[in-house]
């Protein structure tokens, strides 16, 4: 499918080609070479960010001058061309939208995570405070040591999480 696609799309582009060459040598004016422009291998290059759920490479991408084209010169009756610029305006903010709701997750998936583990820090804590009173020793260590794996990985959670933007507001300590 995706060769006969670039099979039909590089038979167009020869045809235009030709057709551009047939226009200089039968002494087209600059306004209509400005208006047909010379076809050129990056226009014809198809941009898979477009059609990706997870594309992030939109603000680069702007499409070929002959997407813009108004070939029958009937700028009163743009629906089509309207319509196209529309859809696309709405890939992009779907794509962008999609991306904002990542941020999120992932902001809330860090705050989560972060308050499970002082959670279970303060938990073994709880334990060990037990254990040592009821003069279960051993058990006691065992919960120390866990309460510090615990503190260990928040500690570490927030300074990846400082480290990760500056002027990301700090977690509640």
């Given at each position: 499918m995706v060769n006969s696609i670039d099979i039909s799309v590089r038979q167009q582009a020869a045809i235009y080609k030709r057709c551009r060459e047939a226009?200089?040598?039968?002494?087209?004016d600059?306004?209509?070479?400005?208006?047909?422009?010379?076809?050129?291998?990056?226009?014809?290059?198809?941009?898979?960010?477009?059609?990706?759920?997870?594309?992030?490479?939109?603000?680069?991408?702007?499409?070929?001058?002959?997407?813009?084209m108004d070939i029958p010169r009937t700028t009163s009756s743009k629906n089509w061309l309207t319509e196209f610029y529309r859809i696309h305006w709405l890939r992009a903010k779907a794509v962008k939208d999609r991306w904002e709701e990542e941020e999120d997750l992932l902001m809330s998936e860090f705050h989560w995570t972060m308050n499970f583990f002082k959670f279970r820090a303060?938990?073994?804590?709880?334990?060990?405070?037990?254990?040592?009173?009821?003069?279960?020793?051993?058990?006691?260590c065992y919960?120390?040591?866990?309460?510090?794996v615990y503190d260990r990985l928040a500690e570490q959670g927030a300074s990846k999480w400082l480290n990760m933007s500056p002027e990301i507001q700090p977690l509640n300590q």
């Open positions: 226009m200089i040598a039968l002494g087209a600059t306004d209509t070479l400005t208006r047909f422009q010379q076809l050129q291998k990056s226009h014809m290059a198809i941009h898979t960010a477009a059609f990706s759920q997870n594309a992030h490479d939109h603000r680069s991408s702007n499409l070929p001058w002959f997407w813009c303060k938990k073994w804590n709880k334990k060990c405070l037990s254990f040592k009173a009821a003069g279960l020793h051993g058990a006691a919960a120390a040591r866990q309460k510090a």
